[in-house]
C-alpha cells in the first residue's frame, strides 16, 4: 500500500541543468497537485491536473512544466533549473470528485532539491 | 483569491498538558473546507483533521479537536495530553469545493512539546 511516491528523494542540480520528478499514485485518484515548500513557508502549488492528459497552472508555475499522460503518474520537470528553485517539493493527490474527497490531499514524502 | 494566516511561527507545551494553535482565513466563498496536516522532521505530511463548513458541530479525532468559527473566519486546533510525538510544524489549509480542491496552507507553527 505505497500511496504517493516521489523519485528521487534528494537531488542536486547545478544551474542551467534539466530534471524531471517523478510522482505515482496507486489509489486511481483523479487529482494530482506539485507543490513546492520554502523555509518558514506553508506549500505553494505550482500545478495541478485534475484528470489523465489535462494540466493547470498553479500558483507559482514560472520555470516548470507538468505532463500526466497516465492517471497515476505526474511529472514535474525544470528545463534550466535555478538557485531560486532550490527548495523541498510535494507531490499529493486527491480523489477528486465532489464534496471533501476531492479536497483531502495525501502527500508523497518530498523531494529536496538544490541548486548551485 | 483565499489566504490563510498562522500568526503563531513557533509554540511550546509541557508534555500532557493542552495547546492551542491559530488560524484565520479569508475566502468569499460558502462552500469550503479547511484541514490541518502534521508535517513531523520526517517531512511526510499527515493529515490531523478536516472540518466541513457546511457543519456547524467542530469535528474532534481523539487528542485533537477545532474550534470552528464560520462568522470570524477562524479555525484553531486544539491537542489535549500534549506527547512528546506531537512535536512537529502543523500547517492549517483552506481547499475550496468548486476550484478543483487546490488548497492553501498558511505558513505552519512550529510545536514543540517539552518532557
Known amino acids: 500500500n505505497a500511496g504517493v511516491t516521489q523519485t528521487p528523494k534528494f537531488r542536486v542540480l547545478k544551474t542551467g541543468q534539466s530534471m524531471t520528478l517523478l510522482c505515482a499514485q496507486d489509489m486511481n485518484h483523479e487529482y494530482m497537485y506539485w507543490y513546492r515548500q520554502d523555509p518558514g513557508m506553508g506549500l505553494r502549488l505550482i500545478h495541478y491536473s485534475v484528470g489523465e492528459g489535462t494540466t493547470a497552472k498553479g500558483e507559482v508555475p514560472d520555470g516548470y512544466n507538468v505532463s500526466r499522460l497516465k492517471k497515476q503518474n505526474f511529472l514535474l520537470g525544470l528545463e534550466s533549473a535555478a538557485p531560486s528553485q532550490t527548495s523541498v517539493y510535494f507531490c499529493?493527490?486527491?480523489?477528486?470528485?465532489?464534496?471533501?474527497?476531492?479536497?483531502?490531499?495525501?502527500f508523497g514524502q518530498g523531494t529536496r532539491l538544490t541548486v548551485v | 483569491a483565499q489566504t490563510v494566516t498562522q500568526s503563531q511561527p513557533e509554540m511550546s507545551v509541557q508534555e500532557a498538558e493542552t495547546v492551542t494553535l491559530s488560524c484565520t482565513y479569508d475566502?468569499?466563498?460558502?462552500?469550503?473546507?479547511l484541514f490541518w496536516y502534521k508535517q513531523p522532521p520526517s517531512r511526510q505530511m499527515i493529515l490531523v483533521i478536516r472540518q466541513e463548513a457546511y457543519k456547524q458541530q467542530n469535528a474532534t479525532e481523539n487528542r485533537f479537536s477545532v474550534n470552528f468559527q464560520k462568522a470570524a473566519k477562524s479555525f484553531s486546533l486544539k491537542i489535549s495530553d500534549s506527547q512528546l510525538g506531537d512535536t512537529a510544524m502543523y500547517f492549517c489549509a483552506f481547499a475550496s469545493n468548486t476550484n478543483a480542491g487546490k488548497s492553501t496552507f498558511g505558513d505552519g507553527t512550529t510545536l514543540t512539546v517539552k518532557p
Open positions: 499529493a493527490s486527491s480523489r477528486g470528485r465532489t464534496g471533501w474527497s476531492r479536497t483531502e490531499a495525501f
Open positions: 475566502t468569499s466563498e460558502n462552500n469550503y473546507y
